[in-house]
């Protein structure tokens, strides 16, 4: 059977996800490759806004192999950006009119938000606390500046 010439979907978000596992994989061993939190959350609210529900899809399980990966509990992170993309962003975005006080605030909120949420989410259902180190400045700094590219 012919593909139509109209039919413009491309296999390139697999890609993506096949190269993020791999990423993922690496970043868990070393420790100065970042996690791309931030850049997993803006390939999410773009999917959001596209109404694209393969690449949704595939950014769901992005998130879930991260949190397997980290040790986080099972849809925080989906739960987590979802909160921030619908009664987070909209009011930063109102109130700064600079993009790039926008990526730095919306890569710190991700990443020392998502510390205190699942801190929240630890005490409430009695998981051990989640500690947080010195790399996490690192990791800021260097996906604010892929953030910037993007």
Known sequence: MQRSISYKNTVTPYLYVVIFIIYTALSGVYLFLPPLFAVLFIFFSNALKKGDPVSLFLIFFCLLLFEAENGYALFSTVIYFAFIYRYVMPKITQNLGCNEC??????????????????????????????????????????FLIMSIL
């Open 102 to 143: 926008i990526r730095l605030l919306t890569v710190i909120m991700i990443y020392i938000g998502f510390f205190i949420f699942h801190s929240i989410l630890s005490n409430i259902f009695l998981l051990p606390t989640p500690s947080i180190n010195y790399y996490v400045i690192y990791y800021i700094a260097i996906e």
